[in-house]
């Protein structure tokens, strides 16, 4: 398996700008996180779901940002608009239930620059 | 509610031992976690243990774990170049298995 993909890895955009963010899961997994990684904040949970219904969005900023999985191999995350503030690394995961150890697998993330 | 700490900086000599902390506050923590990150990529799990393990060890790893501390600890033996990463302490609760909360990550720097 490919493991999990995310695009772009590189985003840079201007301040009021829509930008969205991609990502596939592993196959057969039924569990899909999305977390942001900032020096001053560590990894922040922003949103999971399963079986492509979202469980838990306490962790997501504000109305800006809104995170769809329209199916079970494609999620999205969308910020709209951008802030400066918004700067940082976001990753998806995917884990499979059932499994003893819970383990959640990373993809490569993207590194989103609003200027 | 549920925190993890963990301090922010370790540096060690190749071949020395490496020995990161971590404490957590949720006393109904099921599983704790370490995962490391390489720069420019994603967390990948290590190593984790159950909460009713006091230790596991994997090759050059130990993880201690003091349940009545709340407190965590991963041991790297023969420390490499290559292992020099950050490295994070998660947990994850009873009946919330899937979600799991991160420490801030631990930066591990080996000098050769």
């Known amino acids: 398996d490919a493991g999990v993909i995310q695009s772009p890895r590189h985003e840079v955009t201007e301040m009021g700008q829509e930008v969205t963010l991609r990502c596939k899961p592993i196959?057969?997994?039924?569990?899909l996180f999305w977390y942001r990684q900032t020096m001053m904040r560590g990894l922040e949970l922003l949103i999971y779901?399963?079986?492509?219904?979202?469980?838990?969005d306490s962790g997501m900023p504000e109305d800006r940002f809104s995170a769809k999985m329209p199916n079970a191999s494609f999620s999205t995350l969308k910020i709209q608009p951008s802030e400066p503030r918004d700067s940082a690394v976001y990753f998806c995961?995917?884990?499979?239930?059932?499994?003893?150890?819970?383990?959640?697998?990373f993809g490569p993330g993207t590194r989103l620059t609003v200027t | 509610g549920e925190d993890v700490e963990q301090s922010l900086f370790l540096s060690v000599r190749e071949g020395d031992s490496s020995v990161i902390n971590c404490t957590y506050t949720?006393?109904?923590?099921?599983?704790l976690y370490w995962y490391k990150q390489e720069p420019g990529a994603g967390l990948q799990l290590l190593t984790y243990?159950?909460?009713?393990?006091d230790m596991k060890q994997d090759q050059r790893l130990t993880v201690l774990l003091n349940k009545k501390d709340k407190h965590l600890s991963l041991r790297i033996a023969d420390t490499q170049t290559g292992d020099s990463a950050i490295y994070f302490c998660?947990?994850?609760?009873?009946?919330?298995?899937?979600?799991?909360?991160f420490g801030i990550g631990t930066k591990l720097q080996v000098i050769p």
């Open positions: 998660a947990e994850s609760i009873t009946g919330g298995y899937q979600k799991v909360t």
């Open positions: 196959s057969g997994h039924d569990y």
């Open positions: 243990i159950f909460s009713n393990m």
């Open positions: 949720d006393s109904s923590s099921t599983y």
């Open positions: 779901f399963n079986n492509n219904v979202p469980i838990d």
């Open positions: 995961a995917s884990s499979l239930s059932g499994k003893s150890s819970y383990e959640q697998y």
